[in-house]
Every structure is written in C-alpha cells, then in structure tokens.
C-alpha cells in the first residue's frame, strides 16, 4: 500500500529540519525564500499538498467521504436514478455527521487523477465508486493507495453454491467493498414478460457500453433470448450515452427498419419517455403495436400516458446501503460485500399483447 509522504520525508529529502518544513507549507516566517521554495518543490515531488498540512499534521480524519461521477454532464440534469441514489447516501451520512464531496469528470482518467489528488491532500477518508467498467482500473488504485472505496453496482452473486471470498485483486491489498446489482435477473423478468405477452422482435435500447452493468443488461438479454428460441435478428441491443435525444434518435431508427421491433426496453426513465412520444409522433399506437418497458421507475414513468411498465427497486435504499458499508470500513471493519435488493417489474399500460399478424 501506498504511503502518504509526511514532514518527516519532506525535510530528509530537502535536508532541513521538520520546523522548517511546517513553516514553508503554512507559509509562517522564520525560513529564507530559497528554502522554502526548494521544501515547496520537494513537497510537490513526494505527492504533498500544501493545504493539507494541517490536517497532516493534527492525523486527524476529513470527516467527509468522495463520489465522482465520469459520466457526460448534460445526461445528469434529468436522469432520476442519481438524484435518488445521492439522496440514500446523504441520508446516512448526515446521520454520522460526515459530509459528502461530489465532482463530474470527463472520464476514467480524470476519475483517478481525482482519487491521487484526494489521496494526496487528504481530502477524504474514503470514496463510493459508480459505474463499474469492463478492465476497471479503480479498485486496483484505490487498493495500492490505501483509500477505503465501496463500488457501487457490482454484479450479483451466481447460481449455485456460494462463491466465498472476495477473490484477491492481485496488488496484495484488501479488496475494495461493494454493494451488488442483480442486473441480468431483472432484465429476465423483462424478458420473461415481453415473450410471454407473444413479442418475438424486441430491442433494447442500451446506456454507455464501457459500463460493467450495460454488458450484464445485454447478456441476460442474449441469454434469455435464445433460451427461447430467439436469435439475435429477433431481440438485440443498441447502445447510447442514456440521454433522451440519443433514446429518442435510436428509438426513430429501429422503428424505421423494414420490420420492427414490437417491443422496446430502454435503460432509463429518460430515454424510455423520449422513445414514447417518438412512437406518438410516428403514429404507432403504445401498447397496441408497440410496447415499452423503463429500467428504473420514477414519476416520469407514472405520469406519462400511457403509464409506462418498469423495473421498480429502491434505488435511495441502495445508496444508503453502500454508505453504510463504507461508515463500517471507516470504523474499522472488514472489507466486504452486500447484496441490495432485487428489482421487480411493475406491468402497467405501456406493455400488451404483441400485435396480430406480425411475422415472427
């Protein structure tokens, strides 16, 4: 595990005393301007941050907690999942008095220059991680810098006995926490109820494709779909970047294809509202020629007309699961991982029998 540099190492690496040090990083007199800018350099060097001398100093916790979100920022203003999912976080943190530091970020990189530039200055005592990747390279960091991490939406457990423990994550350290997602049950209940209200053609309407829960989503959907008999010119996904104008743009060109799906699963309320009043506009009929089902239920999803069938899980309830988790390894615990709570699908007027007359 990664150290924190401390004075210590700053003024044997400078070849000054520890005064001295403390002096030039709170910027107090009693050091020439040469010294204190060569301790500045080789502060920098070792990864020290001046603001957080202080709190170095003292050993004292930040009390606040990180979450960075690597996701394009015009797709959060509307999407319900992580206003609901930061509200179950900050519920339990608020409780013990912790704060909660939020940053969007253009992408992984940028993610972990953020986790080594808290790390560094000490910042936060610990950081929730979302949207696990395909070749993440988080856990592996956060591990090697010693930063307590929960992540958020890792898969579910397997069939079958239990997997035991946690394997290693190959650096030697604890592996981080994490909450699970039964992402591929859900999507076979969704598919379960689309095939069996006679739909053959169906196409799900998929978020960012990098993300570890959109290839589980897409899978089961392969999965279950053959184990029905249905090949990949029947039921297929198609992948966006979640926000409406893309659910709409990919909604409008399936539906234009010589033979369309009759049923549609989109991967958030947004996009699935966009795809309805897409299908108004073109004048099909939602359910009687096409039906829709939402990954995530919210108002949006009730108050559209017709109401639209979707997969209903607390999402508050997981975010203060995973702050919990976290609290627990801040107090001491041991690292480990917690199974939320299955989705279940809620059917309501967006989904009907499949159209009569369509070839399979």
């Not at 234009?256 to 049923?263: D, F, G, K, M, S």
Request: with cysteine.
């Amino acid at each position: 595990m990664a150290r924190r540099p401390t004075i210590k190492d700053i003024a044997r690496r400078a070849g000054v005393s520890e005064s001295a040090v403390s002096f030039a990083l709170n910027d107090r007199p009693g050091v020439s301007r040469d010294t204190r800018a060569r301790i500045r350099r080789v502060a920098e060097e070792l990864g020290w941050q001046a603001n957080s001398a202080a709190r170095a100093l003292s050993g004292e916790r930040s009390g606040a907690v990180g979450l960075v979100l690597a996701r394009p920022a015009h797709t959060l203003g509307v999407e319900s999942f992580f206003l609901q999912l930061v509200s179950g976080i900050q519920e339990v943190l608020s409780a013990a008095r912790t704060a909660l530091l939020f940053q969007v970020v253009e992408d992984v990189d940028a993610e972990c220059a953020v986790y080594r530039r808290w790390w560094a200055e000490r910042r936060v005592d610990g950081v929730l991680v979302v949207d696990p990747r395909t070749g993440d390279p988080r856990p592996a960091l956060l591990a090697e810098l010693g930063l307590p991490a929960v992540t958020i939406g890792e898969p579910g457990p397997p069939a079958g006995p239990s997997p035991g423990p946690e394997p290693s994550n190959g650096t030697g350290a604890s592996p981080v926490s994490a909450v699970r997602a039964d992402d591929a049950g859900a999507m076979a209940q969704v598919l379960e109820h689309l095939h069996g209200l006679g739909h053959r053609r169906i196409v799900h309407i998929a978020g960012l494709p990098g993300l570890a829960h959109t290839v589980r989503r897409m899978e089961s959907l392969r999965a279950e779909a053959e184990r029905r008999g249905l090949g990949p010119d029947h039921v297929r996904s198609v992948v966006t970047d979640y926000s409406d104008a893309e659910g709409a743009a990919a909604t409008r060109r399936v539906l234009a294809e010589p033979r369309p799906p009759t049923a549609l699963v989109y991967d958030n309320d947004v996009m699935a509202v966009a795809g309805s009043a897409v299908a108004a506009e073109l004048g099909i009929p939602v359910p009687h020629r096409l039906s829709i089902v939402a990954w995530d239920d919210s108002a949006l999803c009730r108050v559209t007309h017709p109401r639209l069938t979707a997969l209903v899980r607390d999402t508050a309830g997981f975010g203060r699961l995973a702050a919990e988790e976290l609290l627990s390894v801040l107090a001491g615990g041991p690292a480990g991982v917690r199974e939320s709570e299955r989705p279940r699908l809620e059917p309501r007027e967006s989904t009907a029998q499949a159209p009569a007359h369509t070839d399979s």
